[in-house]
Structures are given as C-alpha cells and as structure tokens.
C-alpha cells in the first residue's frame, strides 16, 4: 500500500515560516497531484492548497501570498513553504497526494496522519 508521513511541524512565532513534508512510499508510478488541508479541533477541514503534475495550483484566497505547494516526483513528495505565519494559521495539516501505481491505470487519493502547526508568541 501507500504510505505518507508528514514532517517538519512545530511552534514557531508570529511571522515565522515553517516547511512541511509529505513523503510517499509504496507501489508509487508517479503523483499525479497533491493537496494541503487543515483543520482546527471541532472546526471543518478545509483545503489549503492544491497542485497537479503539471504545475497547476490553487490556493485558499487568505493565503496565496504566504504558502506555496511543491511536488517533487524525483522524491516521491509534496511540501508546503509557510511564510509570514500568524496565530490563525494554528491548526492540524493534513497532506493528500493523488498516486499513479501503474503508467495509464487510474489514480487513488491517499491522506497523511496529520501533523500539528503552532503559531504563538
């Protein structure tokens, strides 16, 4: 099977940056794209950024300035830059990356464990 494992969480202040990872093992042809989400206890998951293999994004509108997702099949990963972080950027990131096993067989989605981000002073 797949496997993801997300790194690079932690605290850091007010206008810090972090740079998160998502790494894939297994039976991996390629990713085909990948995802950022993150979630606050009792609140909605909600999607943060987006990439296709071609280079493709989308952003949360709050965030297109300060966060930018990269996939690098050489790695088999996705990461996440987070630049000039603010307090409410404080949540659970969850990375999803979209896995070709096979060249012309479809794709299947495949979450990570989720990986705490603290912005505080």
């Not at 009792?42 to 949360?60: E, I, K, P």
Request: aromatic share 8%; charged share 15%; proline share 3%.
């Amino acid at each position: 099977q797949v496997q993801l494992l997300e790194s690079g969480g932690g605290l850091v202040q007010p206008g810090g940056s972090l740079t998160l990872s998502c790494a894939a093992s297994g039976k991996i042809y390629n990713i085909a794209g990948a995802a950022w989400y993150r979630q606050v206890p009792g609140q909605q998951r909600d999607m943060v950024a987006a990439m296709t293999s071609g280079g493709g994004t989308n952003y949360a509108d709050s965030l297109r300035d300060r966060f930018t997702i990269r996939i690098n099949n050489a790695e088999h990963a996705v990461s996440l830059q987070m630049n000039n972080l603010k307090p409410d950027d404080t949540a659970v990131y969850y990375c999803r990356v979209t896995v070709r096993k096979y060249a012309g067989r479809p794709s299947a989605d495949y979450w990570g464990q989720g990986i705490q981000v603290t912005v505080s002073s």
